[in-house]
């Protein structure tokens, strides 16, 4: 009897783990022609959240025959691996609108992702809409597996109360060059009037080198990724001059060594923030804010910066692929492109936004910076292994430049040296 | 001793001698049906992720959308050597053995007195066995809070400690780090292994304290000659758990510092076993590296069991 049970209970527990692994995706091609009720998923954004219900909304009214229903991305402690546990489980809504370009890599490893490309009209879309700025998120087959949609360029944001509390010129801030940026914040701290001039995670996630090193390397490389042609670019002049200057910061306690748990500019812990311009209407009603562009050796001016750009990419367990194509042309229309705009005062990826939206900027001045930005922007490589490669550099960061354990020369030569060992490793596949 | 089951009602009785057949297979079907559904849990919930845990570690794999046709090639001991090889997975499993360094002892010395001193008759007895055991049923999130209140770089600790206070601060600092978290998870879960002692202080004979006062025993020789050897079974009932709990530590480094920091000098194997097969993708390393951890923790256990089971 008892042997009877042990072999029932087995029998049960590989069937459920079966059915479990026996999970279905929808056939490609039905699904390229199929149209019907899809669900899309927005980031958790306030703002964004009011213009995404309104998109649907207005697709709705439209087409009663193909519902979309918005829902912001599941729970997680990043969007990108609340999508990637809903790739796997095949519950992924057909598109959202916050998929991190530095982890499109990945889902395509994971067969998530639909390759926008294999539309009709999908590169002539993708490629009309966005310019020249598009190519750099062009996978390594060639094609397009998201659609770049919306960038938040990183720049200096600034508590101007701070700035005239310190003594300084809250209207002309000398943040330019690295000598000024560093004097400006000995001041800030040394007055008193921040704990911190500028308050960066300092955590060892993979994704913080991006608000701290790479928008100040976009800017003092003139614009180079991390990694071209195959090759990590920061073990250089360039890269060198930004981590000596991150590592003042800390050296000199004008960055703390330590998390913020929570908005340090907001609560007028820091002085300064590197972050883009959906920022500007987080703090609207709490910080006096003013905008400078991230610090160079030379403070010479038309400097690059980290895109900060955000994707919409459909997935390979939407049904409706082709009503979710439509939903996506929709929602990226010039006409849409403006809502968004007007909603969150993020960029949406076109060239020329000040010319294209002329009554925007004319009435929010300070934006106009961002978009000005907005045509100079870096993008992470869009190469295999990309989170193992910006966790590799962050390691070496968090090790040689927050805290100081080996010189910052020896920090970026190790890293370049196991990031070729990954990029190797990883092999190009095209 | 048996009990007849198959007898008439109200005749039930009681025998020295063996139940026949038939009752014995009435027994075995009705145990069998109670334990069935715990047996079916730990089949599906642990057995199952196990061996398909063990299966991943020899095998490259990553995880992919349903449908998808994918090679998962046998690569032999492919990642345990990169297991081995990674400076990361030394420095995690060096923090875990510094964590029960400090945790372990602090926690079965604690738990013990504290136990010992809230069993005898003191005044507002009731309170504190339940202060203690309040942070043990708080949320970690809420305890990580008061922490950094505490021990935050611009927290009440070093406004008190003022010039004294270490640079960099506690939980950045690389060398305080670890010993913080380690503090920390003793007094989160102090009241459990308190309740764990005073439940088998219930068993210490009083005539032993009586005759030992008789023989001129103080308390503190009472506590080291009743009470010590008389909670032993305890005491290797505390140690293996703290050892497990210790070692599965996550939520702790993942709030505390930053997931992990200072440069890694609070990372865990399992902080790192989420990292690198949620995060970064490498679902095979990440099981090869929890075999490893599985076997580091029934290494240790054993060793404690013997080392405080010594002398039984």
């Known amino acids: 009897m008892l042997r009877r049970t042990a072999y029932a209970l087995l029998v049960l527990a590989l069937a459920g783990t079966a059915t479990a692994c026996g999970r279905s995706a929808p056939d490609p091609a039905t699904a390229a022609e199929a149209r019907g009720p899809i669900t899309v998923w927005l980031s958790n954004n306030a703002q964004e959240v009011q213009w995404g219900r309104a998109m649907v909304a207005a697709w709705n009214k439209a087409h009663p025959d193909q519902h979309v229903t918005a829902q912001q991305i599941p729970a997680g402690k990043t969007s990108e691996e609340a999508i990637s546990a809903s790739i796997i489980a095949g519950t992924t809504a057909c598109l959202a609108f916050n998929t991190s370009p530095a982890a499109v890599p990945t889902f395509q490893k994971q067969n998530g992702l639909v390759p926008l490309s294999d539309f009709p009209d999908g590169e002539k879309y993708i490629a009309g809409r966005g310019g020249s700025l598009t190519d750099q998120y062009r996978s390594t087959d060639g094609k397009f597996y998201q659609l770049p949609w919306k960038s938040n360029p990183v720049m200096i944001l600034y508590n101007k109360k701070l700035f005239a509390k310190a003594g300084l010129d809250p209207e002309h801030p000398k943040l330019a060059t690295y000598k000024e940026f560093l004097e400006t914040s000995r001041t800030l701290v040394h007055s008193g009037a921040a704990k911190a001039a500028i308050w960066p995670s300092p955590s060892s996630d993979f994704f913080q080198p991006w608000y701290d090193f790479y ?17 990590p670019q920061f073990d250089s002049a ?78 390979s367990a939407c049904e409706n692929r082709a009503t979710a194509w439509d939903v996506l042309k929709f929602a990226s229309s010039a006409a849409q492109d403006g809502k968004f705009l007007e909603a969150t005062g993020q960029m949406p990826m076109r060239e020329d936004l000040t010319a294209k939206y002329p009554g925007y900027f004319a009435k929010n001045p300070m934006y106009k910076a961002f978009a000005d930005q907005a045509e100079r922007v870096v993008e992470v490589p869009n190469v295999p292994g990309s989170i193992d490669i910006w966790q590799t550099f962050r390691d070496e960061w968090t090790k040689s430049v927050v805290f100081g354990r080996e010189s910052t020369d020896t920090g970026l030569r190790k890293a370049s040296s196991d990031i070729t060992g990954l990029l190797n490793e990883y092999g190009d596949p095209s | 001793m048996s009990v007849n089951l198959d007898a008439a009602p109200g005749a039930v009785h009681t025998s020295g001698a063996a139940p026949r057949g038939k009752a014995r297979r009435g027994l075995s079907r009705a145990g069998a049906l109670f334990v069935s559904p715990y047996v079916l849990f730990i089949v599906v919930v642990f057995a199952v992720p196990l061996v398909y845990t063990v299966w991943i570690s020899f095998h490259r794999f990553y995880f992919t959308a349903p449908g998808t046709d994918i090679d998962s090639p046998w690569v032999g001991l492919s990642n345990y050597r ?107 879960q102090l009241g459990f292994f308190v309740m764990l002692y005073l439940a088998s202080l219930q068993n210490v004979g009083k005539e032993l304290y009586e005759a030992s006062a008789m023989d001129g025993a103080g308390k503190v020789r009472q506590f080291f000659s009743v009470t010590v050897p008389g909670v032993r079974p305890a005491t290797t009932l505390v140690v293996i758990y703290a050892i497990i709990t210790g070692a599965n530590l996550f939520s702790e480094p993942y709030l505390l510092t930053g997931g992990g920091g200072p440069d890694h000098a609070s990372t865990s194997p399992v902080l ?41």
Do not use: C
């Open chain 2, 82 to 188: 990169d297991v081995f090889t990674d400076p990361v997975v030394g420095q995690a499993f060096l923090n875990i053995l510094i964590f029960l360094v400090i945790n372990v002892p602090l926690t079965v010395g604690l738990s013990l007195v504290l136990a010992a001193a809230l069993n005898s008759k003191i005044r507002g007895r009731g309170f504190f066995r339940a202060a203690f055991y309040v942070p043990y049923v708080t949320a970690s999130v809420a305890l990580v809070a008061v922490w950094q209140f505490l021990f935050g770089s611009d927290g009440f600790v070093n406004h008190l400690l003022g010039s004294h206070a270490p640079d960099p601060s506690w939980l950045v600092n690389s060398h305080l780090a670890m010993p913080m978290i380690a503090v920390f998870v003793t007094w989160k």
């Open chain 1, 238 to 315: 360039a890269g060198r001059q930004v981590a000596a200057f991150w590592r003042t910061l800390y050296a000199e306690k004008l960055a703390p060594q330590e998390q913020y748990p929570g908005d340090s500019l907001n609560d007028g812990k820091a002085a300064m923030a590197t972050v883009g311009p959906w920022a500007v209407a987080a703090y609207k009603d709490s910080v006096d804010i003013g905008v400078a562009p991230v610090p160079t050796a030379d403070g010479g001016s038309g400097k690059h910066s980290f895109s900060d750009e955000k994707s919409a990419a459909m997935f």
């Open chain 2, 272 to 312: 790192l076993m989420y990292q690198k097969g949620i995060e970064q993708g490498h679902p095979d390393f990440a099981a090869a590296l929890g075999v490893v951890l599985v076997a580091f923790v029934m290494v240790v256990s054993i060793a404690a069991r013997k080392l405080t089971e010594r002398g039984d």
């Open chain 1, 215 to 231: 928008p100040a390397f976009a800017a003092q490389s003139g614009g180079k990724q991390l990694i071209e042609d195959g090759k």
